[in-house]
């Protein structure tokens, strides 16, 4: 896989730098509470545990699936809920953690479905934030890195499902996108 890679952007040791500081950010602002940490699937798999394994709290765990990417590095502006969340979330404050923030779409109607089941307060743990993506105005709470405007790919996120299990963050040869 290295071999379609153009360039690195985040290392194995910067990801796992960005994880510490978030879990340890967390443990202090969530000292004496009991958060749900709600990952956002698929994307989200790695930095969630990178990040639990930091957060020194007792805290419980669900997870959402949802995708706007059908392959493809464009969102296909409607979200899908493929699987809903099981724990009741009336009253809880919800950690909510994501690989990453583009047009702002899945936080957004993750935002609103958290708040349509009563959830008490809601924060957003992302690893990769990109700004220049946003098509809905939109910020999370924790964000390990501000990438720049290019469709990335690893450490969960997808291209065509491929690449998740690269341990780093990079962007892709343009060959690839023309296989
Ligand atoms: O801000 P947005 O433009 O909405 O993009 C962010 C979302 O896109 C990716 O999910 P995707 O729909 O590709 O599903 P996946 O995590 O299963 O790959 C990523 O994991 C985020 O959840
Ligand atoms: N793999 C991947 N998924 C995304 N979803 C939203 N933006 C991106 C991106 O840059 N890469």
Same mark, same amino acid.
């Given at each position: ?7 690195v ?13 978030i879990?340890?950010e967390?443990?202090h ?14 994307g989200a ?7 639990l394994k ?10 959402v ?10 969102s296909?502006g409607?979200?899908?809920?493929v699987?809903e969340?099981?724990?009741d ?9 994501e690989?990453?923030i583009d ?8 935002v !609103?479905?958290?708040?349509q089941?009563?959830?008490n307060?809601?924060? /957003?743990?992302?690893? *990769? #934030?990109?700004? @220049? ?7 999370? !709470? ?7 405007n290019?469709?990335? /790919?690893?450490?969960? *996120? #997808?291209y065509n @499902? ?6 780093y963050?990079g962007i ?8």
């Amino acid at each position: 896989m290295d071999n379609d890679i153009e360039k690195v952007l985040y290392s194995r040791e910067e990801i796992a730098g960005a994880a510490k500081r978030i879990g340890k950010e967390l443990t202090h602002d969530y000292e004496g509470r009991q958060p749900l940490v709600i990952s956002v699937l698929k994307g989200a798999i790695f930095f969630t545990v990178d990040v639990l394994k930091e957060f020194d709290c007792y805290t419980d765990i669900d997870f959402v699936d949802v995708s706007s990417y059908h392959g493809g590095t464009e969102s296909s502006g409607k979200v899908d809920l493929v699987r809903e969340i099981n724990t009741d979330i009336k009253g809880r404050d919800i950690i909510l953690i994501e690989d990453i923030i583009d047009t702002g779409r899945t936080l957004e109607y993750m935002v !609103n479905l958290l708040k349509q089941g009563g959830a008490n307060d809601i924060k /957003v743990c992302t690893l *990769l #934030d990109k700004p @220049e993506g946003r098509v809905v105005d939109i910020k999370a !709470n924790y964000v390990g890195f501000n990438v720049p405007n290019e469709f990335v /790919v690893g450490y969960g *996120l #997808d291209y065509n @499902e491929l690449y998740r299990n690269l341990p780093y963050v990079g962007i892709l040869k343009p060959a690839v996108y023309q296989k």
